[in-house]
């Protein structure tokens, strides 16, 4: 294990922000993370843990030690009569690991194709799409204690799931680094085809209902929306879909008959922050070199040069603008370094 100063953190936020670590490393095998542990010369409390840096808005200088997991393997550990267990490691890439399993004949995953960023990411804000997420299928995540060094699996009902939240974004944040995660893929799972355009995709193109298919036309419809982070920087929804009480919602559609809601707890509704954002007339519109994407204006894209600051300056400007107009406080996505 090697630890490097003064790293270029550029290329590894996909938002393309310019940022530099006072310190970094990265772990590629157990042997690394026992290196790093044994270590009293770096500040515990000034580690920062990097997967695929597609959820992270991060400063000009990371001060301490940034460490970057990168182990990488993936296997089928287990099968019975009614599911497919297979272990991936954290350093995996998600979208190949998805297609992997894919290619293995297993399904499950096909709705979450080509979400940036890594497996071990996956569970810390329960990455979702198209009507699923990770949670659904997520079996149990080996981390390791930073304090202690000792391993430790988590259940699934011990990551504490909720839309785009877990434990690991709450109390477990900074103490815990994800190691690997088994899912458990149900042989009998339905496919999911009701979210958004995927059915009228598939219908479209007369494809036949399978995982593979459904897999293509989620990357389609994502490549038609998304912007390509290596062409526009971004970290994909910079906003959650606020979750409010249902009389909000009944109060607003009496003014806008078009807002776009969907079924959350009960009394609740959750309401499309891009419908908002794009009514506040941001959809396309810049402020410095940050502004929200031309086609789907719930992502916030680094037009070129953007520091965290002008990161911030924007939500700020979104937020106020959407909360003057509907009174709904907007929740950034990404997590802050
Ligand atoms: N909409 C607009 N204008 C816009 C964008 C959206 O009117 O500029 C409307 C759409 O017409 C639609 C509704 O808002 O009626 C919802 O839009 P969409 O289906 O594109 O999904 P989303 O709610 O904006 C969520 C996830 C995405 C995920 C998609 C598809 C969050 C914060 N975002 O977006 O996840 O890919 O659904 O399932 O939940 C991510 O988290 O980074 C991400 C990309």
Not at 143 to 166: A, M
Not at 235 to 245: H, L
Request: proline share 4%.
């Amino acid at each position: 294990m090697q630890i490097l100063s003064n790293k270029d953190l550029s290329t590894f936020n996909t938002l393309g922000l310019r940022s530099q670590a006072a310190l970094y490393t990265e772990l590629h095998n157990i042997i690394d993370v026992h290196g790093l542990i044994g270590d009293s010369s770096i500040k515990k409390e000034t580690w920062r843990i990097l997967g695929g840096g597609s959820n992270l808005v991060l400063p000009s200088t990371v001060q301490g030690l940034v460490i970057r997991v990168a182990n990488t393997g993936r296997e089928l550990i287990h099968e019975d009569q009614d599911a497919w267990f297979v272990k991936a490691q954290a350093g995996e890439i998600w979208n190949d690991f998805v297609h992997w399993t894919l290619d293995q004949g297993f399904w499950g995953l096909e709705n979450l194709s080509l979400i940036p960023g890594t497996v071990g990411a996956a569970p810390i804000q329960n990455i979702g799409a198209y009507g699923v997420e990770v949670k659904d299928t997520l079996h149990e995540v080996t981390c390791i204690d930073l304090q202690s060094g000792e391993l430790k699996t988590l259940s699934n009902k011990e990551c504490r799931f909720s839309y785009r939240d877990s434990f690991f974004k709450q109390e477990g944040a900074g103490r815990y680094l994800i190691w690997d995660v088994t899912f458990r893929l149900p042989k009998k799972n339905k496919l999911n085809l009701e979210y958004g355009d995927i059915r009228k995709e598939i219908e479209r193109q007369g494809l036949d209902q399978n995982p593979r298919n459904i897999s293509k036309v989620v990357c389609e419809i994502r490549l038609s929306k998304l912007p390509d982070p290596k062409v526009i920087g971004n970290a994909g929804s910079f906003f959650k879909n606020p979750i409010v009480p249902a009389s909000l919602r009944d109060d607003l559609v009496k003014t806008y008959p078009s807002l776009v809601s969907f079924p959350a707890s009960e009394g609740k509704v959750k309401l499309a922050a891009g419908w908002l954002i794009d009514q506040a007339g941001w959809k396309g519109k810049k402020l410095g070199p940050v502004g929200m994407f031309e086609k789907q204006a719930l992502v916030l894209v680094n037009h070129g040069g953007a520091n965290a600051d002008d990161v911030w300056k924007t939500a700020a400007q979104v937020s106020a603008d959407v909360k003057a107009r509907f009174g709904v406080e907007l929740e950034p996505e990404p997590i802050r370094w």
